[in-house]
Nanobody, 124 residues
Framework: QVQLVESGGGLVQAGGSLRLSCTAS????????RGWFRQAPGKEREFVAT????????DYADSVKGRFTISRDNAKDTVYLQMNSLKPDDTAVYYC?????????????????WGQGTQVTVSS
């Protein structure tokens, strides 16, 4: 069973930082496009960041540009989301995802595998 497992969520004050990690259970994920999405209570799941299989291409939601950085270490089958200058509006469950067919994408429908999510809460 292929799995994605997120970690690194928690409670942080506004202006603080967190780093999320997402580790895959299969080496084939190093060839997949990867993404981070988030879902706040009562809202739809939304795109946060994506990175290509090589790591050379990235894209971000406008709301996180300049504050969040996505990266990957294919030797460890892990993708990271460094989140700085966190705001209360960043509070959500964060999900990592993997796409077999898209090198990188901001669309939920492009992703075939999803993690279970990790809670990020930013207090004001």
């Amino acid at each position: 069973q292929v799995q994605l497992v997120e970690s690194g969520g928690g409670l942080v004050q506004a202006g603080g930082s967190l780093r999320l990690s997402c580790t895959a259970s299969a080496r084939t994920f190093s060839q997949y496009g990867r993404g981070w999405f988030r879902q706040a209570p009562g809202k739809e799941r939304e795109f946060v960041a994506t990175i290509s299989s090589s790591g050379r291409n990235t894209d971000y939601a406008d709301s996180v540009k300049g504050r969040f950085t996505i990266s990957r270490d294919n030797a460890k089958d892990t993708v990271y989301l460094q989140m700085n200058s966190l705001k209360p509006d960043d509070t959500a469950v964060y999900y990592c995802a993997a796409s077999r067919y898209y090198s990188w994408s901001s669309q939920l429908s492009a992703y075939d595998f999803w993690g279970q999510g990790t809670q990020v809460t930013v207090s004001s």
